[in-house]
């Protein structure tokens, strides 16, 4: 069975600050990842993907996450935070056979200004 | 863009009663999925959907039940509500055989008293 860790439960960070959110999963087969991002008070939404290709993948709001197949994790960085940013993100993963998304346990991230 | 629809943002029910939570979406998407959410636990997946009429549990379906009657509404039954299901719960959807990216309502906080 496929499993997220998240080991920071909260990242607090200075505004135009880096951040790295870390995520390492396991599986015994291959796997898709992804990272979902929840604003305060709304849904969940896709906020990048790894399925194939390049393992290096990139949001449109500067966000970008690097699969590293051999220490099986997917860590989210940005180089530069914004208030805006601040949010609860989440680490999941799915078997390439396709089958349920599981999700790590999340991490709030919090931006100070 | 996809809408997913969650009856009701916050709830409050008795311990016994039976709740049921409505979740719709207009896309048309084959695939539904109910998951609670927690704080350090993340997104527990309780029962999804393939199809109308179809369902299959998750991680964790003890004290839920659901029913997909028509194509576009997935319901979460709760038979006796209990304190320990005070949770929110977020529904989502996916076209078939597209896991990679769910859709997912704002959410209904439940609490049970």
């Known amino acids: 069975a496929q499993s997220v860790t998240q080991l920071d439960s909260q990242v607090p960070v200075f505004e135009e600050a880096p951040v790295e959110l870390r995520c390492n999963y396991s599986?015994?087969?291959?796997?898709?990842l992804f990272w979902y991002v929840q604003y305060p008070n709304q849904g969940l939404q896709l906020l990048l993907k790894?399925?194939?290709?390049?393992?290096l993948v990139e949001s449109i709001n500067g966000f970008e996450a690097e699969f590293n197949k051999s220490q099986t994790s997917f860590h989210l960085r940005k180089p530069s935070v914004h208030i805006s940013d601040t949010a609860e993100y989440f680490c999941a993963v799915m078997k390439t056979s396709y089958d349920k998304v599981i999700f790590g346990p999340g991490t709030s991230l919090s931006v100070i200004p | 863009d996809v809408k997913v629809t969650q009856s009701s943002r916050y709830l409050v029910k008795r311990t016994g009663e039976k709740v049921f939570l409505e979740c719709v979406q207009d896309m048309d998407h084959e695939n539904m999925f109910w998951y609670r959410q927690d704080p350090g636990l993340g997104l527990r997946l309780i029962y999804f959907?393939?199809?109308?009429?179809?369902?299959e549990k998750g991680d964790i379906p003890e004290g839920y039940s659901v029913s997909r009657e028509k194509k576009e509404r997935f319901s979460l039954i709760l038979e006796s509500a209990s304190t320990n299901q005070t949770s929110m719960y977020l529904c989502?959807?996916?076209?078939?055989?597209?896991?990679?990216?769910?859709?997912f309502g704002s959410g209904t906080q439940l609490s049970v008293l």
């Open positions: 790894y399925l194939s290709g390049s393992t």
């Open positions: 599986s015994s087969v291959s796997v898709y």
């Open positions: 959907s393939y199809d109308v009429k179809m369902k």
């Open positions: 989502a959807s996916t076209p078939r055989r597209r896991y990679e990216k769910l859709f």
